[in-house]
T-cell receptor, first 113, second 111 residues
Framework: NAGVTQTPKFRILKIGQSMTLQCTQD?????MYWYRQDPGMGLKLIYY???????DKGEVPNGYNVSRSTTEDFPLRLELAAPSQTSVYFC????????????FGPGTRLTVL | KQEVTQIPAALSVPEGENLVLNCSFT??????LQWFRQDPGKGLTSLLL?????REQTSGRLNASLDKSSGRSTLYIAASQPGDSATYLC??????????FGPGTRLSVLP
């Protein structure tokens, strides 16, 4: 039971490139989240999903897209990478509600040059 | 807009000391409050979750308390060890809403 896995662990992009950050869970939780964490700052919510086929914007969605075709997977897409998207990205899951206990993946460290 | 603050931003203590980390929130009508630990370069590990109806939760050497009326939670770590060195984050949520995270307190426990 791996919980939440994220790939890749590290990535360097050039300005304007695109990429997909992968998040997979094996706990059968309905709720999934994408956060970004900048140095010295708290986590900011990018997008979240309350179940397969349902996604919604968080606090900082601009420049990102998501999809949720299965319970297990919640990929995050960057279409035109910008230096402001340099950050550490975390995927999280919870069961039964937005306000319930969350469990996090190990993160993806992204640098845009 | 709900805000969560954590003071101090960093704390250094000698091994064996008991210590308290603070978390403050602006809206007292919280639903849950969760404390996390984050090691350098790693993800967040859930430590304790306190529901709004609870006053405290305990896990081993950790005790988290909640005072909604004053908008505060404290994380008490007993007999600190070098292995406790990490960043500790708190996050609050309101019914039907997403968590709001504080910036964290970076703890160093010196041998």
């Amino acid at each position: 039971n791996a919980g939440v896995t994220q790939t890749p662990k590290f990535r360097i992009l050039k300005i304007g490139q695109s990429m997909t950050l992968q998040c997979t869970q094996d706990m059968n939780h309905n709720y999934m989240y994408w956060y970004r964490q900048d140095p010295g700052m708290g986590l900011k919510l990018i997008y979240y999903s309350v179940g397969a086929g349902i996604t919604d914007k968080g606090e900082v969605p601009n420049g990102y897209n998501v999809s949720r075709s299965t319970t297990e997977d919640f990929p995050l897409r960057l279409e035109l990478a910008a230096p402001s998207q340099t950050s550490v990205y975390f995927c999280a899951i919870s069961d039964r509600g937005l306000h319930n206990e969350q469990f996090f993946g190990p993160g993806t460290r992204l640098t845009v040059l | 807009k709900q805000e969560v603050t954590q003071i101090p931003a960093a704390l250094s203590v000698p091994e064996g000391e008991n210590l308290v980390l603070n978390c403050s929130f602006t809206d007292s009508a919280i639903y849950n409050l969760q404390w996390f630990r984050q090691d350098p370069g790693k993800g967040l590990t859930s430590l304790l979750l306190i529901q709004s109806s609870q006053r405290e939760q305990t896990s081993g050497r950790l005790n988290a308390s909640l005072d909604k009326s004053s908008g505060r939670s404290t994380l008490y770590i007993a007999a600190s060890q070098p292995g406790d060195s990490a960043t500790y984050l708190c996050a609050v949520t309101y019914y039907g809403q997403n968590f709001v995270f504080g910036p964290g307190t970076r703890l160093s426990v010196l041998p």
